[in-house]
């Protein structure tokens, strides 16, 4: 899932000039970084974000690679969590990590959804480019399953936690926010998502 950019760009506008430059070249490095990032995540309609994963029956080096790899990737590319068919592997894991929380892996997770409160908002996603659509989620989630070393977790989330597991999960299920939005932002980001062919 991606991360709200609009609230990143708050300046103090007292600095000085070369500190101003510095920040500013720091910025390009970082979207750089992001760019490259969103190079080795799958953008739709890439077939991998609309097939259903497996669950993980190996608990091997091979998992514990792929986390890190989505770890990694999720924060170059800035977002607050990943699926590992974003990276075209169809298997049931997800990162994620709510703002100043330590980042958290999940395989084979299962969500129940606590109580029946709803909250519509904004979601991006890092498949799917600057498209931001609004979607109605669960406030309070309790997600089971195990971390990368095969033991048992669960974790009781609300809010912007909740929302981001829940992003991700539909990604383990090839769902994703434009099929859970209204009929008009879903036909708005279609319409945004089609490739625009390149006159040369
Ligand atoms: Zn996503």
Redesign the pocket.
């Known amino acids: 899932?991606a991360h709200d950019h609009e609230h990143d760009h708050e300046h103090d506008h007292d600095h000085e000039h070369d500190e101003e430059a510095e920040e500013r070249l720091r910025e390009s490095e970082r979207e750089y970084i992001r760019r490259q990032a969103l190079t080795q995540i799958r953008q739709y309609p890439d077939v991998a974000l609309r097939m259903p994963a497996r669950e993980v029956t190996e608990f091997d080096q091979f998992l514990i690679q792929l986390v890190e790899r989505l770890g990694e990737l999720m924060h170059d590319a800035q977002g607050v969590?990943l699926?590992a068919p974003?990276l075209g592997v169809l298997q049931r894991v997800f990162v994620f990590e709510p703002d100043d929380e330590p980042m958290r892996a999940v395989v084979n997770p299962r969500l129940t959804l606590d109580g029946r409160g709803t909250e519509v908002d904004e979601e991006g996603?890092?498949?799917?480019r600057d498209v931001r659509v609004p979607v109605e989620r669960a406030t309070k989630v309790v997600l089971e399953g195990k971390d990368p070393n095969g033991d048992d977790v669960r974790y009781e989330l609300e809010g912007m936690a909740a929302r981001i597991v829940q992003?991700?999960n539909d990604?383990l299920d090839g769902v994703?926010?434009i099929d859970r939005t209204d009929p008009d932002s879903r036909k708005q980001a279609l319409g945004a998502l089609r490739p625009h062919p390149t006159l040369v």
């Open positions: 899932m969590g699926a974003q996603c890092l498949s799917l992003h991700e990604h994703l926010t």
